[in-house]
């Protein structure tokens, strides 16, 4: 038993008034095509703290274990909503706004989008753009997830309860997938530097059918979910500290040039790609 109480990993920190802990696992193995990551976090900051969330291919699921976080709407400093108990953001081609007044605490879960489709048992479609409430979403038996993580003791008991919850909801779908996981793989493989002819011809399919696939499937078309993993492998150089001019980093990742990085940037993160580094940089300090 002490060594299950060992496996989640817990980093600690804290900057002035400011203190922060993430723990983290890895998903089991039979799990990996369905769950990116995920995290559990507990944050305090002497006031309200804003931050910029970049769009990635994946649906973020965010279960709060304390007051909920304000959710802007897009392009908005005013208007936004809360979401007692929790939210899923479906894939965007956008940045997302959100902001607490000084407390958080709740798991983050990424799914992939096949892990979504089958959790939540919805065309992807329905939540492309979106936020929405995780209790409107959840399917009717994990209604009170919330509450029932809250009341487990620790990092590892919670993120068992994901795992079992997750398990159960795969075994028991019964949706047809048909190639699009292998179309997921591909494109991940490449690192989204994918020629979407290319791939509908190695499917068997015209384009517009594999597009067709992927809204119901997955929420957004090959060519946009190409864009978020190339865009996604950057990101998470950035974060790691790794060094390169722009350039550089335009032609390692896939980019025609300096000035298609910079665009992708602009409309993913809503600023220049120098001031996206910074945020990153600031964000790998919470990295555990």
């Known amino acids: 038993m002490q060594a299950l109480a060992q496996r989640a990993r ?7 008034e400011s203190r922060w ?3 983290t696992r890895p998903p089991a193995p039979r799990l990996r095509p369905y769950i990116r990551d995920y995290s559990g976090y507990t944050e305090e900051t002497p006031g309200p703290l804003r931050r910029v969330e970049f769009p990635m291919p994946q649906i973020v699921v965010i279960i709060e274990l304390g007051p909920p976080v304000r959710v802007f709407d897009a392009g908005s400093d005013r208007r936004h909503s ?17 902001e607490h007044d000084g407390f958080q605490r709740g798991l983050q879960v990424n799914l992939t989008p096949i892990g979504a489709r089958l959790f939540f048992g919805v065309p992807m479609a329905e939540l492309t753009g979106r936020v929405l409430s995780a209790r409107d979403l959840l399917p009717r038996k994990y209604a ?23 398990g159960e909801r795969v075994d028991e779908a019964r949706h ?3 190639v699009v996981p292998w179309a997921l793989r591909r494109i991940e493989e490449l690192g989204g530097a994918v020629d979407m002819r290319a791939l509908a011809r190695e499917l068997g399919y015209s384009q517009k059918h594999v597009i067709g696939l992927f809204r119901e ?17 950057l990101i998470k150089h950035l974060k790691a500290g790794a060094s390169g001019t722009w350039a550089e980093l335009a032609q390692r990742f896939g980019y025609y040039d300096q000035a298609h990085l910079a665009r992708d940037v ?4 809503g600023t220049t790609p120098t001031k996206a580094r910074a945020t990153l940089i600031d964000l790998a300090g919470m990295s555990p």
């Open 21 to 23: 802990e993430v723990a």
């Open 176 to 178: 047809e997938l048909g």
């Open 144 to 166: 009170r997830l919330a509450e029932r993580l809250e009341e487990l003791p620790t990092w590892d008991e919670r993120f068992d309860l994901i795992e079992r919850a997750l």
């Open 10 to 16: 817990i980093a600690r920190g804290e900057s002035g």
């Open 82 to 98: 809360l979401y007692p108990g929790g939210f899923v953001a479906g894939i965007d081609d956008t940045f997302t706004v959100t």
């Open 266 to 269: 602009k409309q993913f993160t």
């Open 217 to 233: 499937n997955v929420g957004v078309p090959p060519k946009l979910l190409a864009r978020l993993v190339r865009f996604d492998r």
